[in-house]
């Protein structure tokens, strides 16, 4: 059972998943969703030892947590990290991760990682200047630069603070890559990785969405929508669900069997109390997208991305697509009023297409096996959650850059 | 780099189209890449891509700038040169940025990167269409 929902991370080379099962790692957090959304995506992953110290934790994050992950184990101190008295609780720990927003906590933690030579990976989102984003730092004993005055909460005491779901999906996602990193003997980046960009204004969240494919992708997607209280939303997916998926598709730890894209409606609707609905089949040239203001592409294979940029340049639909691999992605946004051009041919794919195979691409999927590929969850969740945010930031006025995200390298994007 | 700032940076006055372009190519998001310098005069009416082509295709590379080109040709292998995660197209004075270096002397920078898309969680696997179906 475990190794089959593994499957799909433990194919990754080099991968060592005994470092992650036998760990123990310390969150320290706030009562946001950041710390919260760390814990359900480390469970995912196969860590199973996390101790957290936060005033609260959201009781859907954890309970996903806990039923993916039949090892998972959550020790939760209701509280702030106010006094080195604390450190006790985090005793056994291989990292602590800190993403709280009030400076003792932070110079603390600092202090704590220099003397016990721990490492302190920090993660948070920010509003500043008109200015909302991100910052995540790796410290290890050693590195006591400058980067650390960036990474000290301007509040000493916990506080009222930026919060925003899709950043702290991002956010979670690279913290997670730290860790794994650290836990492998991995490098880790040794870069303030940042992101900004400007201050969104309350969105209309009445317009009409499509989410073609309902895999980690659009599971995440889903979920940044529903953070960013998007209404109606449509997921398209012709796949069951599959004990594989498991390691990183957090919503389906219930639903072995059943169709992914009506079970990520459900839970989503039931969660959120949005009104998203579910098509049980394939993208293709016969599919109506007259109905959308946009289109997000979440598919696993560049010939539906293909008819997706197609079809979306045909009808003058916004497309923000986006793909993943075990440790990279991007996001590329068509905006039809730009005159742009589409994801499929920004990237080369009729090319990479035809040279797989010159006559097949535009055959039917029908006409497939399936090789899986390794996949992990943070690379998902990364990528779908600047997905979501390139479009709250089209619909806000600003232009979103393409993002291409490598884990390999220190900067990220 | 907003827009704004973007196109800021882009409108160069004729001056600066008598400096020397800087055309660094890196390997997906790698610090470092295969630096070429154009002087000027040599640059303008050239095309982006065929400046990139010439970078590439560069003899007597020095062993890092061999391993560098090996990186590259592996991401195009599938992937495409883009800029600013834009396509490369046009002259690179539309591309380039002024810079200057800790002396003082001044030069217009494009990063190129070849970045290689990424596809999702399952690969195809075509059915052998061979003579046994």
């Known amino acids: 059972m475990r190794q089959s929902r593994l499957d799909r991370q433990i194919r990754i080379e080099g991968w060592n998943q005994q470092a992650l099962d036998n760990a123990k790692i310390g969150v320290v957090g706030d009562e946001d969703l950041l710390a919260s959304l760390y814990v359900m995506s480390a469970s995912a992953l196969g860590i199973n030892h996390i101790v957290s110290l936060a005033p609260s934790l959201d009781p859907l994050l954890v309970e996903t947590a806990k039923k993916l992950n039949p090892r998972f184990t959550l020790t939760h101190m209701e509280g702030f990290y106010t006094h080195p008295a604390i450190d006790e609780l985090f005793k056994g720990c291989r990292l602590i991760v800190d993403l709280s927003h009030y400076g003792l906590a932070n110079k603390l933690l600092l202090e704590k990682g220099f003397r016990e030579n721990i490492p302190i990976i920090r993660g948070f989102c920010y509003e500043k200047n008109g200015d909302q984003g991100f910052k995540v730092f790796s410290y290890l004993r050693g590195r006591e630069w400058q980067e650390l005055e960036q ?94 998926n498991l390691n990183r598709q957090v919503l389906f730890y219930n639903a072995i069997g059943e169709s992914k894209a009506i079970t990520l409606s459900k839970k989503l609707n039931t969660l959120f109390g949005i009104e998203s609905n579910a098509k049980v089949a394939y993208f293709d040239r016969n599919s109506d997208i007259e109905f959308y203001d946009v289109v997000f592409d979440c598919v696993d294979n560049f010939e539906t991305r293909i008819v997706l940029s197609e079809t979306c340049k045909d009808l003058g639909k916004v497309l923000i697509s986006g793909g993943t691999s075990p440790n990279a992605g991007q996001v590329v946004t068509y905006n039809p009023n730009d005159n742009g051009t589409t994801p499929a041919e920004l990237l080369g794919m009729y090319d990479i297409v035809e040279k797989r195979h010159p006559e097949t691409y535009q055959r039917e999927r029908a006409a497939c096996t399936y090789q899986p590929d390794p996949s992990v969850i943070m690379t998902n969740q990364i990528a779908a959650g600047f997905m979501v945010d390139s479009y709250r930031m089209l619909i806000d006025g600003q232009k979103p850059e393409n993002v291409f995200y490598d884990s390999t390298s220190a900067v990220r994007f | ?121 399952i690969g195809l696997i075509l059915f052998d269409y061979g003579d046994e179906q």
């Open chain 1, 151 to 244: 990474i000290i909460s301007s509040s000493h005491l916990p506080n009222g603070h930026f919060d925003d779901g899709v950043l702290d999906t991002i956010i979670a996602g690279i913290v997670l890559e730290e860790t794994k990193n650290l836990l492998m003997g991995q490098d880790v980046s040794d870069d303030l990785i940042s992101y900004a960009r400007k201050q969104l204004n309350t969105p209309n969240n009445q317009h009409n969405i499509l989410v073609v494919g309902s895999g980690a992708l659009g599971i995440f997607v889903g979920l940044g929508l529903a953070y960013s209280k998007f209404q109606n939303i449509t997921f398209m997916d012709p796949d069951v669900i599959e004990i594989t």
């Open chain 2, 1 to 121: 780099m907003s827009d704004t700032d973007l196109k800021k940076e882009l409108q160069m006055d004729e001056a600066e189209k008598l400096l020397p372009l800087v055309l660094e190519i890196l390997p997906g998001h790698a610090a470092e890449g295969l630096i070429d310098i154009y002087e000027p005069g040599s640059y303008t009416a050239k095309s982006l891509r065929k400046l990139c082509d010439k970078t590439l295709n560069k003899k007597n590379l020095s062993i890092e700038e061999q391993l560098i080109v090996e990186d590259i040709k592996r991401q195009l292998d599938g992937g495409k040169l883009l800029s600013r995660g834009q396509e490369i197209e046009g002259t690179a004075l539309e591309y380039a940025v002024s810079e200057q270096t800790e002396a003082g002397e001044k030069y217009l920078y494009v990063p190129i990167r070849a970045i290689r898309p990424q596809e999702g969680g």
